[in-house]
């Protein structure tokens, strides 16, 4: 059985709030069901659900957490929300590109980047330029 820790903090965002979910571990057939229910919970209390889904330390999700990722996105919009993704590992980032998740979901590179998103300037993600060669975040 596959080990996930889904954590929850509220950010500040320019003027908003947003909810910073940390995902750990592998999100798969064993675990993404009870943890998906979560994050639609955070959906529904929030009024304007603005979500930043940190990936860092992520190392799989299969293809049911993938269908999770895109109903977050819909009901989030469906509610004037937002969601981002922050750092995703590179094998993450992979399958997000293939199954065309980075073509309505903005990708970052870094959490201050991911959190200006919900400001007024948006920053250049990584899901829409090459791949940068610079060394990782301390």
Do not use: H
């Not at 903090?9 to 998906?36: H, R, W």
């Not at 330390?57 to 922050?86: F, Q």
């Not at 870094?110 to 829409?128: I, Q, R, S, Y």
């Amino acid at each position: 059985m596959a080990q996930v820790q889904i954590t929850f903090q509220d950010v500040n965002v320019g003027s908003k709030t947003a909810k910073l979910i940390t995902f750990s571990g592998q999100l798969d057939e064993t675990n993404v069901d009870s943890e998906a229910k979560k994050i639609y919970q955070v959906i529904d209390e929030m009024a304007e659900p603005n979500l930043l889904l940190d990936f860092s330390d992520l190392e799989y999700m299969n293809s049911k957490s993938i269908g999770y990722v895109t109903d977050w996105y819909s009901k989030a919009s469906a509610k004037n929300g937002k969601i981002v993704i922050a750092r995703p590992r590179v094998n993450i980032l992979d399958i997000l590109k293939v199954v065309g998740i980075t073509q309505i979901i903005t990708i970052y590179d870094n959490l201050d980047e991911a959190k200006a998103a919900f400001g007024v300037a948006e920053v250049a993600a990584v899901g829409t330029a090459p791949a940068q060669t610079e060394a990782p975040e301390a």
